[in-house]
């Protein structure tokens, strides 16, 4: 649970946050070492439900939230904690409330509801919510590698082979990383030899670039 702001100075009013019984302080403007210390502490204890409150009660204060952490970025926060502990229905919840609510994310939060829908087998509103990603033509290669992923880990390989090949075709000319197409690729070859696919030019790059990164 989350303590009252906590006196001092302009500059250093913070909200206090409980996890497994101790205090982790955050200045009054969140910050994503903030984020990612509640992140941390939650992978060490367990307590990924007791994250999952807590980032959802930070989400609820925009008076802290600062340039990066926002309130949809924390309900995607909150919602891939609610993943760790397995409740999917919990983190598709938190992953609807990240998209209606419009802020700033790293990613597309529609990605990760999508990952959500499909863990919770809600195949059905998966492939629509697919649909809708792909008609935006999105050129931020996390996109297609966020839902590649999530249903190469689903088992639906085709579908993750569409994603990350489709991936790399619109966003080979956007101004994005190299590596981040290399990724892309890297996911592509891994799901084409599941598959059972012959390497074709593309396998070629990405084994290269695993070979450069391996050297």
């Given at each position: 649970m989350l303590a009252a702001v906590m006196p001092g100075g302009p500059g250093a009013r913070g909200?206090?946050?409980?996890?497994?019984?101790?205090?982790?302080?955050?200045?009054?403007?969140?910050?994503?070492?903030?984020?990612d210390e509640i992140v941390f502490r939650a992978a060490g204890s367990g307590d990924h439900r007791g994250a999952a409150a807590t980032l959802?009660?930070?989400?609820?204060?925009?008076?802290n939230h600062g340039e990066s952490v926002t309130r949809a970025?924390?309900?995607?926060?909150?919602?891939?904690?609610?993943?760790l502990a397995q409740d999917w229905a919990e983190a598709v919840r938190c992953y609807r409330v990240a998209v209606e609510d419009g802020g700033t994310c790293e990613v597309d939060p529609r990605v990760w509801l999508h990952d959500g829908l499909l863990r919770d087998g809600k195949s059905a509103q998966a492939a629509a919510l697919r649909a809708e990603l792909k008609a935006s033509r999105s050129t931020d290669p996390g996109v297609y590698e966020a839902v590649a992923e999530s249903l190469e880990a689903v088992e639906l390989l085709q579908d993750a082979h569409t994603w990350f090949t489709m991936g790399y075709h619109r966003c080979e000319q956007a101004p994005v990383p190299d590596f981040l197409l290399d990724l892309l690729l890297v996911g592509r070859r891994r799901v084409r030899r599941a598959l059972g696919h012959p390497a074709d030019p593309l396998d070629e790059v990405a084994e290269d670039y695993i070979e450069t990164v391996g050297s």
């Open positions: 909200v206090c946050a409980d996890i497994g019984g101790q205090a982790v302080r955050m200045w009054r403007m969140l910050t994503d070492d903030d984020v959802e009660e930070l989400a609820a204060r925009t008076e970025s924390l309900m995607v926060d909150a919602g891939s904690q609610f993943g």
